[in-house]
């Protein structure tokens, strides 16, 4: 007997089968963004919760980038925030304004203030929902918000084999990766990009915020301990030592660790008594390694009329008559772990302040002059060489006897701090930025790491309602904070591991992460050839996607594709 199913039934059957398949790959793709990501919270920024402010006091304990987006955030949901900031100075009009770059005094407490600094777009994108004139106040001193039709981006890498003649276009956003453009689909959507110092950035912010929020107040001094009446109660207050070195206890309602690689949440919570979820010291929740990474870093602030002597498919891309208007650029020459330790980077900042930086995994002499730059950078095995156009600039800079200034800087050592590990976490207490974890710093994630952790924090009070916060507030917040910034310790982790000079954490080997490794390798491959893996791979750059999309099926399938073809000739998938 022969089974016959009408035409409309097999129709049915398979249109039942479709719109399973895809009302699970729209819950699956829901479930990782609103966990992993930040993007779709962002419009949530400024939004009343329910119940109003809380009437207490939010401290923040730091000045900093951190200190800043969280105080931002802080305004929204209580009646006073208070940030304990030990640089009195930087509330004066010479840190508020671009002058803070020329100060004598500088941010002593901040590794790599005045370093080579770069963001990534999803930290533009966010300060305008914070700060709807935060682009016409970072122009006023020079920095640039930066659209597609102007951006020139350029990330250069050794993972592919394929060979191309072709060079950064100018114009628009341009990604390349050993010499090769990305494809036009990121190119054509590019969404706004930072280019500024970060003494100008984080000045700029600071300002914006004290002259738009004024419920939000400077107290100069630094927090030292942490009040609580009970072992699981929440936090009443903190203690504060003033500059004049008397101490007071600020009463607070909430209490936000943005004192950066001081880490001295976790110090307040060890003096609190806390131990972690075995019953052990708080020093079993701090995992370290040491990258090795030692660079140079210099800067050059280029005077106008010898711009039209650096070529314009440089750092000074664009038209020659469009160098006044400030067109930015991005280059990065990026290491492959099989041939190679060193990288290299030209960014061109606010006005005409170039920086370079040159850097490796286990370097022993970093260079400290333009002669010693022209060098190393010669000498980096990459598949394609080093462009004329970078020793150009430096040819430029000598032959005009530009001023440049080098420094050295070691980075040291990746921490994460697991506080969801912690036991009896006060409610009401959260750290956020480089408080939790400090990744390897030549990756430049950190301001934007930062930034997403305050829109986080924003989130989860915009879903809670009367004055108290619920148990397990802070709990929460710790997990869901790992989910979307945690992969930049991680990934970051298992791309250190692959140079034999990095010191793993305790307990792992430099195998760990090896799959990971090869994984990339294959996707380096797809981003200069396939234009769906481009704008993903983009998208999870610049925090508009998390890397879980990375291992989607579609790309699963591309990356075994190019795996397999690798032992066993051409194969078709």
């Not at 660790?257 to 003096?271: F, H, I, N, P």
């Not at 305050?454 to 710790?478: D, E, I, Y």
């Amino acid at each position: 007997m022969h089974l016959r199913l009408p035409l409309l039934g097999i129709l049915t059957i398979l249109g039942a089968i479709y719109l399973i398949y895809w009302s699970l790959s729209v819950s699956i793709s829901n479930f990782i963004f609103r966990n992993f990501s930040a993007v779709d919270d962002l419009r949530l920024i400024g939004k009343r919760r329910k119940g109003g402010k809380f009437q207490g006091v939010a401290v923040v304990s730091g000045g900093s980038i951190s200190g800043l987006l969280a105080a931002r955030i802080l305004s929204d949901h209580f009646k006073k925030v208070v940030i304990v900031e030990a640089e009195e100075w930087l509330t004066t009009e010479q840190g508020l304004w671009d002058g803070i770059r020329c100060s004598p005094k500088k941010r002593y407490k901040v590794f790599q203030y005045t370093f080579m600094h770069c963001y990534q777009a999803f930290l533009g994108h966010a300060l305008r929902y914070m700060f709807p004139d935060f682009q016409e106040e970072l122009e006023k001193v020079g920095g640039k918000y930066v659209l597609s039709p102007n951006t020139c981006f350029q990330v250069i890498s050794a993972y592919t084999n394929l060979t191309s003649e072709k060079r950064m276009a100018t114009g628009p956003f341009n990604a390349q990766f050993s010499g090769i453009p990305l494809t036009h689909e990121w190119r054509t959507e590019t969404p706004d990009i930072i280019f500024s110092t970060r003494p100008v950035l984080e000045s700029t912010i600071r300002r914006v915020l004290l002259n738009s929020f004024s419920n939000v107040e400077y107290l100069p001094g630094s927090v030292y301990s942490l009040v609580r009446a009970a072992k699981s109660g929440p936090i009443e207050g903190v203690l504060v030592r003033k500059l004049d070195g008397k101490k007071v206890t600020l009463s607070a309602e909430f209490v936000v660790d943005c004192t950066g690689s001081a880490y001295s949440g976790l110090r307040w919570l060890q003096e609190l008594g806390l131990r972690t979820e075995r019953g052990q010291a708080l020093d079993e929740v701090k995992e370290t390694y040491n990258h090795n990474v030692l660079y140079s870093f210099c800067e050059a602030d280029v005077p106008k009329h010898i711009l039209k002597d650096l070529r314009p498919s440089g750092a000074y891309a664009g038209k020659v008559e469009d160098h006044a208007k400030g067109i930015a650029g991005f280059h990065y020459w990026l290491p492959d772990a099989s041939r190679e330790r060193q990288l290299f980077g030209i960014v061109r900042q606010e006005n005409n302040i170039l920086h370079m930086a040159y850097g490796a995994w286990g370097l022993s002499k970093p260079p400290k002059t333009l002669a010693d730059l022209r060098d190393n950078i010669s000498g980096l095995s990459l598949n394609e060489p080093v462009p004329e156009w970078a020793y150009d600039i430096l040819d430029t800079l000598e032959k005009e006897n530009v001023p440049v200034k080098f420094e050295t800087v070691r980075m040291p050592p990746g921490v994460y701090i697991r506080y969801t590990g912690i036991k009896d976490l006060p409610a009401n207490f959260v750290a956020i930025g480089d408080s939790v974890h400090k990744a390897n710093a030549v990756r430049g994630q950190g301001c934007t790491k930062a930034c997403i952790d305050a829109v986080t924090l924003n989130t989860l009070l915009c879903r809670t309602s009367g004055q108290t916060l619920p148990t397990g507030f802070s709990r929460r917040f710790f997990a869901l904070q790992d989910k979307r910034t945690g992969a930049i310790w991680s990934a970051g982790k298992t791309e250190d591991y692959a140079w034999d000079t990095t010191i793993p954490c305790k307990g792992e080997d430099l195998a760990v992460g090896s799959f990971a490794r090869t994984y990339m390798k294959y996707v380096g491959q797809l981003i200069v050839s396939d234009p769906e893996v481009t704008n993903i791979f983009m998208n999870v750059v610049h925090f508009f996607a998390p890397g879980l999309v990375l291992f989607s099926p579609r790309i699963l399938r591309k990356v075994l594709r190019l795996w397999i073809a690798d032992r066993w000739g051409k194969f078709r998938l």
